[in-house]
């Protein structure tokens, strides 16, 4: 089946913008996630959401981040006044693992990623 | 903040040889995995490697994990054109709300000379 899409592919933004990226999970996932990559950096993590519950956003930079997922499935991470610093790639992950319900993980299956630049 | 740190930051290799990459980390973990990913795609996953076991294999790719040295290393044998990536470790350790969270290396970058 499909797996985890993004979009945009690209986005520039001129700094104090404020930007929507979007996640499609592949189909009955439970769990999805976002990370933050910095050029040439692994991925950082920045928030879990298990169905339409975020119950981790620990990872989350600063107030000017947002998510949500407000139905389940599609998730969207939305940045607020944008700064140069926010300039990375922006990967959404899926897995059908329920955290807290068991000591083994699934697979997360990655997205192509939302490479965000910042003017 | 970055778990891992992987080792060498770049490799270039003839194909056809074998290529090892290593990761060390620093906090107790559930298991460890490895990514693979190609310049402006996603990651992709590669291999999982619990915290009881100490070797793994997958086709071409063997790993080993050391939970006394917080160590992992990656083998790709009979390396292929198309095995040109950056390679990321990520440790899985469950967060203070329940939900386990990869935390990536800074990566290896895998370069496959034809």
């Known amino acids: 089946g499909a797996g985890v899409s993004q979009s945009p592919r690209y986005k520039v933004a001129k700094r104090g913008q404020d930007v929507a990226l979007r996640c499609d999970p592949i189909?009955?996932?439970?769990?999805l996630f976002w990370y933050q990559q910095a050029l040439g950096q692994g991925p950082e993590f920045l928030t879990y959401?298990?169905?339409?519950?975020?119950?981790?956003k620990s990872g989350l930079p600063s107030d000017r981040f947002f998510a949500e997922r407000p139905e389940g499935s599609v998730s969207t991470l939305k940045i607020q006044r944008t700064q140069q610093e926010d300039s990375a790639v922006y990967l959404c992950?899926?897995?059908?693992?329920?955290?807290?319900?068991?000591?083994?993980?699934?697979?997360?299956?990655f997205g192509p990623g939302t490479r965000l630049t910042v003017l | 903040s970055q778990q891992g740190e992987e080792d060498p930051q770049a490799l270039s290799i003839q194909e056809g040889e074998n290529a090892t990459m290593n990761c060390s980390y620093k906090?107790?973990?559930?298991?460890l995995q490895w990514y693979r990913q190609n310049s402006g795609r996603g990651l992709v996953h590669l291999i999982l490697?619990?915290?009881?076991?100490r070797e793994k294999h997958s086709g071409r790719l063997r790993v080993t994990l050391d939970t006394s040295k917080k160590s992992s290393s990656l083998l790709i044998t009979a390396s292929r054109a198309a095995d040109t990536a950056s390679y990321f470790c990520?440790?899985?350790?469950?967060?203070?709300?329940?939900?386990?969270?990869?935390?990536f290396g800074t990566g290896t970058r895998l370069t496959i000379i034809p």
């Open positions: 959401f298990q169905n339409e519950a975020q119950l981790d």
């Open positions: 490697i619990r915290s009881n076991e």
């Open positions: 189909s009955g996932h439970v769990s």
């Open positions: 906090t107790s973990i559930n298991n």
């Open positions: 992950a899926s897995s059908s693992h329920i955290g807290g319900t068991s000591f083994s993980t699934d697979t997360q299956y």
């Open positions: 990520a440790t899985d350790a469950k967060s203070n709300f329940g939900n386990e969270k990869l935390t």
